[in-house]
Protein backbone atom coordinates (compact mmCIF):
# COMPACT_ATOMS: atom_id res chain seq x y z
CA UNK A 1 0.00 0.00 0.00
CA UNK A 2 1.36 3.28 -1.07
CA UNK A 3 1.70 6.23 1.88
CA UNK A 4 -1.73 7.76 1.10
CA UNK A 5 -3.58 4.78 1.81
CA UNK A 6 -1.56 3.76 5.05
CA UNK A 7 -2.75 7.52 6.28
CA UNK A 8 -6.22 6.88 5.78
CA UNK A 9 -5.94 3.39 7.03
CA UNK A 10 -4.81 4.66 10.46
CA UNK A 11 -7.28 7.71 10.43
CA UNK A 12 -10.49 4.76 9.64
CA UNK A 13 -9.48 2.87 12.69
CA UNK A 14 -9.24 5.97 14.99
CA UNK A 15 -12.96 6.63 13.81
CA UNK A 16 -13.60 3.21 14.01
CA UNK A 17 -12.15 3.07 17.76
CA UNK A 18 -13.74 5.90 19.00
CA UNK A 19 -17.01 4.65 17.11
CA UNK A 20 -17.09 1.59 19.40
CA UNK A 21 -15.89 3.35 22.33
CA UNK A 22 -18.70 5.71 22.92
CA UNK A 23 -21.77 3.23 21.83
CA UNK A 24 -24.13 2.50 24.46
CA UNK A 25 -24.64 -1.43 23.63
CA UNK A 26 -24.41 -4.01 26.63
CA UNK A 27 -21.03 -5.31 26.74
CA UNK A 28 -21.81 -9.06 25.81
CA UNK A 29 -23.50 -7.89 22.73
CA UNK A 30 -20.43 -5.43 21.95
CA UNK A 31 -18.12 -7.88 22.30
CA UNK A 32 -18.79 -10.56 19.31
CA UNK A 33 -19.12 -7.26 16.90
CA UNK A 34 -15.95 -6.16 18.04
CA UNK A 35 -14.30 -9.52 17.66
CA UNK A 36 -15.24 -9.72 13.87
CA UNK A 37 -14.50 -5.66 13.42
CA UNK A 38 -11.35 -5.75 14.31
CA UNK A 39 -9.85 -9.29 13.14
CA UNK A 40 -7.43 -7.76 10.89
CA UNK A 41 -9.57 -6.80 7.90
CA UNK A 42 -7.47 -4.86 5.13
CA UNK A 43 -10.38 -2.02 4.84
CA UNK A 44 -10.22 -2.09 1.39
CA UNK A 45 -14.49 -0.46 1.43
CA UNK A 46 -13.92 2.35 3.72
CA UNK A 47 -10.41 3.04 1.75
CA UNK A 48 -11.85 3.23 -0.92
CA UNK A 49 -14.69 5.77 -0.12
CA UNK A 50 -11.97 7.48 1.81
CA UNK A 51 -9.63 7.76 -0.71
CA UNK A 52 -11.68 8.74 -3.19
CA UNK A 53 -13.15 11.40 -1.07
CA UNK A 54 -9.34 12.71 -0.33
CA UNK A 55 -8.95 13.15 -4.06
CA UNK A 56 -11.51 15.54 -4.33
CA UNK A 57 -9.86 17.95 -1.18
CA UNK A 58 -8.34 16.78 2.06
CA UNK A 59 -10.87 18.54 4.00
CA UNK A 60 -13.63 16.08 2.53
CA UNK A 61 -12.12 12.77 4.19
CA UNK A 62 -13.66 13.57 7.32
CA UNK A 63 -16.84 13.84 5.84
CA UNK A 64 -16.68 10.38 4.81
CA UNK A 65 -15.65 8.45 8.18
CA UNK A 66 -18.96 8.27 9.11
CA UNK A 67 -20.11 6.66 5.88
CA UNK A 68 -17.15 3.94 5.47
CA UNK A 69 -17.63 2.86 9.39
CA UNK A 70 -21.11 1.88 8.10
CA UNK A 71 -20.11 0.25 5.14
CA UNK A 72 -17.24 -1.75 7.21
CA UNK A 73 -19.84 -2.64 9.53
CA UNK A 74 -21.71 -3.82 7.03
CA UNK A 75 -19.13 -5.65 5.23
CA UNK A 76 -18.03 -7.53 8.88
CA UNK A 77 -21.48 -8.54 9.08
CA UNK A 78 -21.89 -10.20 5.82
CA UNK A 79 -18.65 -12.47 6.66
CA UNK A 80 -20.33 -13.39 10.08
CA UNK A 81 -22.97 -14.83 8.58
CA UNK A 82 -21.41 -15.91 4.99
CA UNK A 83 -19.39 -18.28 7.72
CA UNK A 84 -21.92 -19.99 9.38
CA UNK A 85 -22.41 -23.72 9.51
CA UNK A 86 -25.42 -23.02 7.27
CA UNK A 87 -23.47 -20.98 4.97
CA UNK A 88 -19.87 -21.41 3.77
CA UNK A 89 -19.44 -23.55 7.14
CA UNK A 90 -15.69 -21.51 7.62
CA UNK A 91 -13.75 -21.80 10.67
CA UNK A 92 -10.59 -19.54 9.69
CA UNK A 93 -10.92 -15.94 9.00
CA UNK A 94 -8.10 -13.99 8.59
CA UNK A 95 -5.61 -16.37 10.75
CA UNK A 96 -8.44 -16.49 13.58
CA UNK A 97 -11.42 -18.55 14.42
CA UNK A 98 -14.45 -17.39 12.75
CA UNK A 99 -17.15 -15.47 14.73
CA UNK A 100 -19.43 -18.34 15.11
CA UNK A 101 -16.19 -20.55 16.39
CA UNK A 102 -15.04 -18.24 19.03
CA UNK A 103 -18.28 -17.45 20.47
CA UNK A 104 -21.35 -19.62 19.10
CA UNK A 105 -23.85 -19.89 16.37
CA UNK A 106 -26.28 -17.77 17.72
CA UNK A 107 -24.13 -15.25 19.10
CA UNK A 108 -22.70 -15.10 15.37
CA UNK A 109 -26.23 -14.51 13.58
CA UNK A 110 -27.16 -11.86 15.85
CA UNK A 111 -23.94 -9.92 16.52
CA UNK A 112 -23.87 -9.86 12.53
CA UNK A 113 -27.89 -8.68 12.74
CA UNK A 114 -26.38 -5.82 14.99
CA UNK A 115 -23.60 -4.53 12.98
CA UNK A 116 -26.19 -4.77 10.18
CA UNK A 117 -28.52 -2.15 12.10
CA UNK A 118 -26.36 -0.86 13.61
CA UNK A 119 -24.93 0.87 10.94
CA UNK A 120 -27.90 2.53 8.98
CA UNK A 121 -27.74 4.86 12.79
CA UNK A 122 -24.44 5.70 12.42
CA UNK A 123 -25.00 7.46 8.70
CA UNK A 124 -28.09 9.10 10.31
CA UNK A 125 -26.05 10.20 13.65
CA UNK A 126 -23.16 12.07 11.70
CA UNK A 127 -23.28 15.49 12.42
CA UNK A 128 -20.93 16.64 9.05
CA UNK A 129 -24.03 15.51 6.10
CA UNK A 130 -27.12 17.10 5.73
CA UNK A 131 -30.41 15.35 6.10
CA UNK A 132 -30.60 15.16 2.08
CA UNK A 133 -26.84 13.50 1.98
CA UNK A 134 -27.81 11.28 4.64
CA UNK A 135 -30.85 9.69 2.79
CA UNK A 136 -29.00 9.52 -0.49
CA UNK A 137 -25.99 7.59 1.26
CA UNK A 138 -29.21 5.18 3.13
CA UNK A 139 -30.87 4.46 0.09
CA UNK A 140 -27.59 3.56 -2.06
CA UNK A 141 -26.67 1.41 1.22
CA UNK A 142 -29.68 -0.34 1.29
CA UNK A 143 -29.83 -0.75 -2.56
CA UNK A 144 -26.51 -2.15 -2.45
CA UNK A 145 -26.66 -4.51 0.45
CA UNK A 146 -30.18 -5.75 0.47
CA UNK A 147 -32.37 -7.99 -1.79
CA UNK A 148 -31.16 -6.57 -4.96
CA UNK A 149 -27.58 -6.76 -3.93
CA UNK A 150 -24.93 -8.04 -2.00
CA UNK A 151 -27.68 -10.51 -0.19
CA UNK A 152 -29.12 -11.43 -3.15
CA UNK A 153 -26.10 -12.40 -5.01
CA UNK A 154 -25.12 -14.65 -1.77
CA UNK A 155 -28.13 -16.51 -1.92
CA UNK A 156 -27.55 -17.29 -5.88
CA UNK A 157 -24.19 -17.77 -4.99
CA UNK A 158 -25.67 -20.88 -2.60
CA UNK A 159 -28.07 -21.78 -5.19
CA UNK A 160 -25.80 -21.96 -8.00
CA UNK A 161 -24.82 -25.51 -9.31
CA UNK A 162 -22.14 -27.29 -11.09
CA UNK A 163 -24.51 -26.23 -14.02
CA UNK A 164 -23.69 -22.49 -13.42
CA UNK A 165 -21.59 -20.46 -16.71
CA UNK A 166 -19.67 -17.67 -16.92
CA UNK A 167 -22.48 -15.41 -16.97
CA UNK A 168 -24.17 -16.37 -13.84
CA UNK A 169 -20.92 -16.25 -12.54
CA UNK A 170 -20.34 -12.57 -13.21
CA UNK A 171 -23.84 -11.57 -12.38
CA UNK A 172 -23.28 -13.59 -8.99
CA UNK A 173 -20.51 -11.57 -8.24
CA UNK A 174 -21.36 -8.37 -9.32
CA UNK A 175 -23.94 -8.54 -6.54
CA UNK A 176 -21.65 -10.18 -3.87
CA UNK A 177 -18.70 -8.22 -4.27
CA UNK A 178 -19.23 -5.85 -6.96
CA UNK A 179 -21.86 -3.80 -5.04
CA UNK A 180 -20.27 -2.79 -2.17
CA UNK A 181 -17.23 -1.35 -3.40
CA UNK A 182 -19.90 0.35 -6.25
CA UNK A 183 -21.24 1.85 -3.04
CA UNK A 184 -17.73 3.39 -1.82
CA UNK A 185 -17.14 5.34 -4.57
CA UNK A 186 -20.89 6.18 -4.93
CA UNK A 187 -21.04 6.86 -1.32
CA UNK A 188 -17.89 9.53 -1.98
CA UNK A 189 -19.65 10.77 -5.45
CA UNK A 190 -22.42 11.51 -3.57
CA UNK A 191 -20.68 13.35 -0.43
CA UNK A 192 -18.14 15.47 -2.97
CA UNK A 193 -21.32 15.92 -4.97
CA UNK A 194 -19.94 15.10 -8.07
CA UNK A 195 -21.64 15.14 -11.30
CA UNK A 196 -23.36 12.17 -13.02
CA UNK A 197 -20.70 11.78 -15.74
CA UNK A 198 -17.63 11.09 -12.94
CA UNK A 199 -19.57 9.45 -10.71
CA UNK A 200 -20.71 6.78 -13.64
CA UNK A 201 -16.71 6.60 -14.29
CA UNK A 202 -15.98 5.89 -11.00
CA UNK A 203 -18.42 3.04 -11.24
CA UNK A 204 -17.21 2.07 -13.99
CA UNK A 205 -13.51 1.53 -12.49
CA UNK A 206 -15.64 0.19 -8.98
CA UNK A 207 -16.94 -2.85 -10.89
CA UNK A 208 -13.53 -3.18 -12.67
CA UNK A 209 -11.94 -3.49 -9.24
CA UNK A 210 -14.65 -6.00 -7.76
CA UNK A 211 -14.48 -8.43 -11.00
CA UNK A 212 -10.75 -8.02 -10.19
CA UNK A 213 -10.84 -8.49 -6.77
CA UNK A 214 -13.43 -11.38 -6.97
CA UNK A 215 -10.94 -12.99 -9.85
CA UNK A 216 -7.73 -12.52 -7.50
CA UNK A 217 -9.70 -13.75 -4.77
CA UNK A 218 -10.32 -17.48 -6.89
CA UNK A 219 -7.09 -17.52 -8.36
CA UNK A 220 -5.60 -17.57 -4.15
CA UNK A 221 -7.68 -20.02 -3.22
CA UNK A 222 -6.36 -22.39 -5.62
CA UNK A 223 -2.40 -20.65 -5.83
CA UNK A 224 -2.70 -19.69 -1.69
CA UNK A 225 -0.91 -20.50 0.89
CA UNK A 226 -3.13 -20.77 4.43
CA UNK A 227 -0.69 -18.32 5.59
CA UNK A 228 -0.80 -16.19 2.81
CA UNK A 229 -4.27 -15.73 2.82
CA UNK A 230 -5.32 -16.14 6.37
CA UNK A 231 -8.18 -18.47 5.50
CA UNK A 232 -7.96 -22.46 4.52
CA UNK A 233 -7.60 -22.44 0.64
CA UNK A 234 -8.69 -24.71 -2.00
CA UNK A 235 -12.16 -24.76 -0.07
CA UNK A 236 -14.15 -23.67 -3.41
CA UNK A 237 -12.96 -26.76 -4.91
CA UNK A 238 -14.01 -28.63 -1.65
CA UNK A 239 -17.79 -26.67 -1.66
CA UNK A 240 -17.83 -27.46 -5.41
CA UNK A 241 -18.23 -24.06 -5.94
CA UNK A 242 -18.45 -22.26 -9.30
CA UNK A 243 -15.31 -20.19 -9.75
CA UNK A 244 -13.01 -18.00 -12.45
CA UNK A 245 -10.32 -20.91 -12.72
CA UNK A 246 -12.97 -24.17 -12.40
CA UNK A 247 -14.82 -22.47 -15.69
CA UNK A 248 -11.98 -21.15 -17.47
CA UNK A 249 -8.87 -22.77 -15.80
CA UNK A 250 -6.47 -21.12 -14.45
CA UNK A 251 -4.28 -19.31 -17.31
CA UNK A 252 -7.34 -17.88 -18.85
CA UNK A 253 -8.63 -16.50 -15.16
CA UNK A 254 -4.91 -14.62 -15.07
CA UNK A 255 -5.70 -13.42 -18.22
CA UNK A 256 -9.20 -12.32 -17.62
CA UNK A 257 -8.01 -10.65 -14.01
CA UNK A 258 -5.33 -8.65 -16.17
CA UNK A 259 -7.99 -7.29 -18.90
CA UNK A 260 -10.39 -6.36 -15.83
CA UNK A 261 -7.24 -4.22 -14.48
CA UNK A 262 -6.26 -2.52 -17.69
CA UNK A 263 -10.08 -1.77 -18.00
CA UNK A 264 -9.99 -0.13 -14.50
CA UNK A 265 -6.33 1.58 -15.06
CA UNK A 266 -8.29 3.29 -18.03
CA UNK A 267 -11.27 4.10 -16.62
CA UNK A 268 -9.03 6.17 -13.97
CA UNK A 269 -6.63 7.90 -16.75
CA UNK A 270 -10.45 9.09 -18.74
CA UNK A 271 -11.36 10.34 -14.97
CA UNK A 272 -8.17 12.21 -14.60
CA UNK A 273 -8.37 13.32 -18.26
CA UNK A 274 -11.54 14.89 -18.09
CA UNK A 275 -11.36 16.31 -14.56
CA UNK A 276 -7.35 17.31 -13.87
CA UNK A 277 -7.88 15.66 -10.60
CA UNK A 278 -5.13 13.33 -9.76
CA UNK A 279 -7.40 9.90 -9.65
CA UNK A 280 -4.36 7.83 -10.70
CA UNK A 281 -4.23 7.34 -6.87
CA UNK A 282 -6.69 4.76 -6.72
CA UNK A 283 -4.44 2.51 -9.10
CA UNK A 284 -2.64 1.69 -5.93
CA UNK A 285 -6.05 -0.48 -4.90
CA UNK A 286 -5.62 -1.94 -8.41
CA UNK A 287 -1.92 -2.73 -7.42
CA UNK A 288 -2.98 -5.40 -4.82
CA UNK A 289 -4.39 -7.33 -7.07
CA UNK A 290 -1.78 -7.32 -9.31
CA UNK A 291 -0.21 -11.07 -9.51
CA UNK A 292 3.50 -10.93 -8.93
CA UNK A 293 5.44 -12.68 -11.85
CA UNK A 294 7.40 -15.35 -9.80
CA UNK A 295 4.48 -16.54 -8.22
CA UNK B 1 -60.67 -5.72 16.62
CA UNK B 2 -62.72 -3.18 16.31
CA UNK B 3 -63.97 -1.39 13.03
CA UNK B 4 -61.09 0.95 13.08
CA UNK B 5 -58.23 -1.31 13.58
CA UNK B 6 -59.46 -2.93 10.46
CA UNK B 7 -59.73 -0.73 8.18
CA UNK B 8 -56.46 0.71 9.26
CA UNK B 9 -55.66 -3.23 8.45
CA UNK B 10 -56.68 -3.34 5.25
CA UNK B 11 -55.15 -0.10 3.94
CA UNK B 12 -51.63 -1.91 5.49
CA UNK B 13 -52.38 -4.83 3.32
CA UNK B 14 -52.69 -3.39 0.65
CA UNK B 15 -49.60 -1.14 0.75
CA UNK B 16 -47.88 -4.31 2.21
CA UNK B 17 -48.63 -5.96 -1.48
CA UNK B 18 -47.67 -3.15 -3.21
CA UNK B 19 -44.48 -2.38 -1.88
CA UNK B 20 -43.66 -6.08 -2.90
CA UNK B 21 -45.29 -6.16 -6.50
CA UNK B 22 -43.00 -3.31 -7.45
CA UNK B 23 -39.83 -4.16 -5.86
CA UNK B 24 -37.23 -5.18 -7.98
CA UNK B 25 -35.60 -7.86 -6.40
CA UNK B 26 -34.66 -11.86 -7.92
CA UNK B 27 -37.65 -13.97 -7.37
CA UNK B 28 -35.88 -16.64 -5.66
CA UNK B 29 -34.56 -13.49 -2.88
CA UNK B 30 -38.54 -12.16 -2.45
CA UNK B 31 -40.08 -15.84 -2.36
CA UNK B 32 -38.68 -16.50 1.28
CA UNK B 33 -39.28 -12.82 2.18
CA UNK B 34 -42.83 -12.66 1.03
CA UNK B 35 -43.19 -16.23 2.35
CA UNK B 36 -42.79 -14.62 6.03
CA UNK B 37 -44.14 -11.23 5.31
CA UNK B 38 -47.54 -13.17 4.49
CA UNK B 39 -47.47 -15.57 6.94
CA UNK B 40 -50.69 -14.23 8.77
CA UNK B 41 -49.46 -11.89 11.25
CA UNK B 42 -51.44 -9.42 13.25
CA UNK B 43 -49.61 -6.55 12.59
CA UNK B 44 -49.55 -5.10 15.84
CA UNK B 45 -46.84 -3.05 15.53
CA UNK B 46 -47.66 -1.78 11.96
CA UNK B 47 -51.16 -1.13 13.22
CA UNK B 48 -50.19 0.60 16.35
CA UNK B 49 -48.38 3.14 14.32
CA UNK B 50 -51.37 4.21 11.76
CA UNK B 51 -53.76 3.85 14.96
CA UNK B 52 -51.30 6.45 16.43
CA UNK B 53 -51.42 8.90 13.26
CA UNK B 54 -54.88 8.10 12.71
CA UNK B 55 -55.92 9.64 15.95
CA UNK B 56 -54.36 13.16 15.17
CA UNK B 57 -55.67 13.65 11.66
CA UNK B 58 -56.94 11.00 8.83
CA UNK B 59 -54.90 12.87 6.87
CA UNK B 60 -51.53 11.58 8.30
CA UNK B 61 -52.31 8.11 7.78
CA UNK B 62 -50.98 7.53 4.56
CA UNK B 63 -47.17 9.43 5.24
CA UNK B 64 -47.03 6.46 8.23
CA UNK B 65 -47.48 3.56 5.72
CA UNK B 66 -44.03 3.72 4.73
CA UNK B 67 -42.74 3.16 8.06
CA UNK B 68 -45.25 0.92 9.07
CA UNK B 69 -44.00 -1.36 6.15
CA UNK B 70 -40.51 -1.15 7.02
CA UNK B 71 -41.08 -1.89 11.11
CA UNK B 72 -43.09 -4.79 9.96
CA UNK B 73 -40.46 -6.11 7.67
CA UNK B 74 -37.75 -5.60 10.78
CA UNK B 75 -40.23 -7.08 12.94
CA UNK B 76 -40.55 -10.40 10.42
CA UNK B 77 -36.55 -10.81 10.27
CA UNK B 78 -36.47 -11.23 13.69
CA UNK B 79 -39.07 -13.73 13.57
CA UNK B 80 -37.40 -15.74 11.36
CA UNK B 81 -33.53 -15.55 12.61
CA UNK B 82 -35.37 -16.31 16.23
CA UNK B 83 -36.72 -19.31 14.82
CA UNK B 84 -33.39 -20.37 13.68
CA UNK B 85 -32.05 -24.15 14.75
CA UNK B 86 -28.87 -22.12 16.91
CA UNK B 87 -31.86 -19.77 18.55
CA UNK B 88 -35.23 -21.27 19.50
CA UNK B 89 -35.46 -23.79 17.03
CA UNK B 90 -39.04 -23.35 16.37
CA UNK B 91 -41.00 -25.49 13.58
CA UNK B 92 -43.99 -23.72 13.46
CA UNK B 93 -45.19 -19.98 13.54
CA UNK B 94 -48.44 -18.96 12.94
CA UNK B 95 -49.53 -22.45 11.83
CA UNK B 96 -47.01 -22.93 9.17
CA UNK B 97 -43.62 -24.46 8.71
CA UNK B 98 -40.97 -21.79 10.23
CA UNK B 99 -38.81 -20.10 6.93
CA UNK B 100 -35.71 -22.64 7.26
CA UNK B 101 -38.12 -25.24 7.63
CA UNK B 102 -40.33 -23.89 4.48
CA UNK B 103 -36.89 -23.34 2.62
CA UNK B 104 -33.53 -24.11 3.96
CA UNK B 105 -31.52 -22.20 7.03
CA UNK B 106 -29.28 -20.74 4.65
CA UNK B 107 -31.79 -18.98 2.67
CA UNK B 108 -33.92 -18.13 6.03
CA UNK B 109 -30.72 -16.64 7.32
CA UNK B 110 -30.31 -14.71 4.18
CA UNK B 111 -33.90 -13.57 3.96
CA UNK B 112 -33.99 -12.27 7.18
CA UNK B 113 -30.66 -9.92 6.21
CA UNK B 114 -32.87 -8.97 3.17
CA UNK B 115 -35.84 -7.71 4.89
CA UNK B 116 -33.50 -5.98 7.74
CA UNK B 117 -31.66 -4.58 4.78
CA UNK B 118 -34.36 -3.44 3.36
CA UNK B 119 -36.54 -2.24 5.67
CA UNK B 120 -34.41 1.41 5.74
CA UNK B 121 -34.51 1.91 2.45
CA UNK B 122 -38.20 1.50 2.11
CA UNK B 123 -38.19 4.62 4.62
CA UNK B 124 -35.72 6.62 3.08
CA UNK B 125 -37.97 6.09 -0.66
CA UNK B 126 -41.03 7.65 0.88
CA UNK B 127 -41.93 10.28 -0.98
CA UNK B 128 -44.34 11.98 1.63
CA UNK B 129 -41.88 12.71 4.27
CA UNK B 130 -39.09 15.39 4.84
CA UNK B 131 -35.54 14.35 4.83
CA UNK B 132 -35.35 15.64 8.44
CA UNK B 133 -38.22 13.10 8.99
CA UNK B 134 -36.87 10.72 7.45
CA UNK B 135 -33.47 10.80 9.50
CA UNK B 136 -35.20 10.86 13.02
CA UNK B 137 -37.26 7.47 12.26
CA UNK B 138 -33.95 6.00 10.60
CA UNK B 139 -32.22 6.97 13.78
CA UNK B 140 -35.11 5.86 15.85
CA UNK B 141 -35.57 2.60 13.95
CA UNK B 142 -31.61 1.22 14.08
CA UNK B 143 -31.82 2.40 17.93
CA UNK B 144 -34.83 0.08 18.58
CA UNK B 145 -33.61 -2.55 16.56
CA UNK B 146 -30.10 -2.68 16.63
CA UNK B 147 -27.38 -3.53 19.67
CA UNK B 148 -29.05 -0.79 21.85
CA UNK B 149 -32.27 -2.66 21.59
CA UNK B 150 -33.97 -5.58 20.04
CA UNK B 151 -30.77 -7.34 19.35
CA UNK B 152 -29.01 -7.08 22.87
CA UNK B 153 -32.88 -8.29 23.74
CA UNK B 154 -32.84 -11.71 21.95
CA UNK B 155 -29.09 -12.17 22.89
CA UNK B 156 -29.86 -11.51 26.94
CA UNK B 157 -32.66 -13.85 26.36
CA UNK B 158 -30.67 -16.49 24.80
CA UNK B 159 -27.69 -16.11 27.30
CA UNK B 160 -30.43 -16.13 30.52
CA UNK B 161 -29.82 -19.12 32.74
CA UNK B 162 -32.22 -20.45 35.13
CA UNK B 163 -30.81 -17.88 37.97
CA UNK B 164 -32.30 -15.04 36.30
CA UNK B 165 -34.68 -13.10 38.40
CA UNK B 166 -37.56 -10.97 38.08
CA UNK B 167 -35.43 -7.63 37.16
CA UNK B 168 -33.49 -9.84 34.53
CA UNK B 169 -36.64 -11.06 33.15
CA UNK B 170 -38.16 -7.08 32.62
CA UNK B 171 -35.02 -5.69 31.07
CA UNK B 172 -34.52 -8.48 28.32
CA UNK B 173 -38.11 -8.30 27.47
CA UNK B 174 -38.42 -4.24 27.03
CA UNK B 175 -35.28 -4.87 24.74
CA UNK B 176 -36.25 -7.83 22.52
CA UNK B 177 -40.54 -6.87 22.64
CA UNK B 178 -41.06 -3.62 23.77
CA UNK B 179 -38.42 -1.41 21.59
CA UNK B 180 -40.29 -2.15 18.75
CA UNK B 181 -43.81 -1.23 19.93
CA UNK B 182 -42.38 1.92 21.63
CA UNK B 183 -40.95 2.73 18.12
CA UNK B 184 -44.11 2.35 16.32
CA UNK B 185 -45.72 5.17 18.68
CA UNK B 186 -42.53 7.63 18.38
CA UNK B 187 -42.59 6.92 14.67
CA UNK B 188 -45.97 8.23 14.96
CA UNK B 189 -45.64 11.31 17.06
CA UNK B 190 -42.18 12.32 14.62
CA UNK B 191 -44.59 11.82 11.94
CA UNK B 192 -47.25 14.09 13.51
CA UNK B 193 -44.94 15.89 15.30
CA UNK B 194 -46.26 16.02 18.26
CA UNK B 195 -44.70 17.77 21.42
CA UNK B 196 -42.12 16.33 23.85
CA UNK B 197 -44.71 15.62 26.74
CA UNK B 198 -47.56 14.11 24.46
CA UNK B 199 -44.47 11.96 22.72
CA UNK B 200 -43.76 10.78 26.35
CA UNK B 201 -46.73 9.73 27.47
CA UNK B 202 -47.11 7.90 24.29
CA UNK B 203 -43.72 5.67 25.26
CA UNK B 204 -45.52 5.49 28.82
CA UNK B 205 -48.12 3.54 26.90
CA UNK B 206 -46.31 1.37 24.74
CA UNK B 207 -43.58 -0.13 27.63
CA UNK B 208 -46.88 -1.05 29.55
CA UNK B 209 -48.81 -2.51 26.31
CA UNK B 210 -45.13 -4.12 25.61
CA UNK B 211 -44.88 -5.76 28.91
CA UNK B 212 -48.43 -6.91 28.90
CA UNK B 213 -47.94 -8.31 25.59
CA UNK B 214 -45.09 -10.35 27.10
CA UNK B 215 -46.83 -11.50 30.16
CA UNK B 216 -49.38 -12.32 27.53
CA UNK B 217 -47.73 -14.50 25.59
CA UNK B 218 -46.28 -16.09 28.54
CA UNK B 219 -49.54 -17.51 29.81
CA UNK B 220 -50.25 -18.57 26.35
CA UNK B 221 -47.46 -20.70 26.28
CA UNK B 222 -48.72 -22.16 29.19
CA UNK B 223 -52.84 -22.28 28.78
CA UNK B 224 -52.88 -21.95 25.36
CA UNK B 225 -53.31 -24.42 22.97
CA UNK B 226 -51.32 -24.96 19.41
CA UNK B 227 -54.71 -24.30 17.44
CA UNK B 228 -55.34 -20.85 19.59
CA UNK B 229 -51.96 -19.87 19.51
CA UNK B 230 -50.59 -20.90 16.19
CA UNK B 231 -47.37 -22.55 17.21
CA UNK B 232 -45.63 -25.00 19.82
CA UNK B 233 -47.39 -24.31 23.43
CA UNK B 234 -45.29 -25.58 26.50
CA UNK B 235 -42.15 -24.38 24.67
CA UNK B 236 -41.00 -22.34 26.86
CA UNK B 237 -40.86 -24.82 29.56
CA UNK B 238 -39.10 -26.83 27.40
CA UNK B 239 -36.47 -24.88 26.55
CA UNK B 240 -35.92 -24.11 30.11
CA UNK B 241 -36.96 -20.15 29.48
CA UNK B 242 -37.49 -18.13 32.37
CA UNK B 243 -40.71 -16.71 31.72
CA UNK B 244 -43.23 -14.91 34.12
CA UNK B 245 -45.20 -17.90 35.04
CA UNK B 246 -42.00 -19.17 35.73
CA UNK B 247 -40.93 -16.92 38.00
CA UNK B 248 -43.97 -15.46 39.64
CA UNK B 249 -46.29 -18.45 39.21
CA UNK B 250 -49.68 -18.11 37.42
CA UNK B 251 -51.93 -16.40 39.09
CA UNK B 252 -49.41 -13.91 39.99
CA UNK B 253 -48.94 -13.77 36.62
CA UNK B 254 -52.07 -12.75 36.12
CA UNK B 255 -52.53 -10.00 38.34
CA UNK B 256 -49.43 -8.53 36.41
CA UNK B 257 -50.70 -9.09 33.57
CA UNK B 258 -54.06 -6.88 35.09
CA UNK B 259 -51.66 -4.71 36.32
CA UNK B 260 -50.07 -3.76 32.85
CA UNK B 261 -53.13 -3.17 31.33
CA UNK B 262 -54.83 -0.88 33.79
CA UNK B 263 -51.38 1.16 33.94
CA UNK B 264 -51.68 1.65 29.81
CA UNK B 265 -55.24 2.44 30.23
CA UNK B 266 -54.77 5.12 32.62
CA UNK B 267 -51.81 6.86 30.41
CA UNK B 268 -54.77 6.29 27.54
CA UNK B 269 -56.50 8.69 29.94
CA UNK B 270 -54.10 11.59 30.50
CA UNK B 271 -53.29 11.06 26.87
CA UNK B 272 -56.84 12.08 26.10
CA UNK B 273 -57.31 14.77 29.10
CA UNK B 274 -54.20 16.40 28.09
CA UNK B 275 -54.79 16.57 24.35
CA UNK B 276 -58.59 16.44 23.74
CA UNK B 277 -58.18 13.45 21.01
CA UNK B 278 -59.50 10.69 21.33
CA UNK B 279 -56.64 8.53 22.62
CA UNK B 280 -59.31 5.95 23.51
CA UNK B 281 -59.22 4.29 20.50
CA UNK B 282 -55.98 2.81 21.78
CA UNK B 283 -57.55 0.53 23.85
CA UNK B 284 -58.42 -1.64 21.53
CA UNK B 285 -54.56 -2.71 21.83
CA UNK B 286 -54.89 -3.79 25.13
CA UNK B 287 -58.22 -5.28 24.93
CA UNK B 288 -56.58 -8.33 22.66
CA UNK B 289 -54.51 -9.10 25.97
CA UNK B 290 -57.23 -9.25 28.22
CA UNK B 291 -57.65 -12.75 29.24
CA UNK B 292 -61.29 -14.19 28.84
CA UNK B 293 -62.98 -15.00 32.25
CA UNK B 294 -63.88 -17.61 31.68
CA UNK B 295 -60.45 -19.63 30.24
Redesign the interface.
Given at each position: MENNLLTLRTLFDSALDEQIRF????I???KP?VYSLKNGGKRLRPLLLLSTLSIQSTDLIKSGLKTAIALEYIHT?SLI?DD?P??DDDEIRRGQPTNHIQF????A??A???????A??II??DDLL???T??KL??E???A????GM??G???D??ANEEADFDDLVTIHSLKTGKLFTFAVKAAAIIAELDEQEMQLLVDFSEHFGRAYQIHNDIMDVEGTEEGTGKKVKKDQKHHKVTYPSLLGLEASKQELKKELDAGKDKLRQLNKQTNKPYQQLNAFLDLLTLKEAS
Open positions: VMTPEMLMYHLAMDEATILGDALLTDFGVESAEKNIFLSRAGSHVAQLSIQ
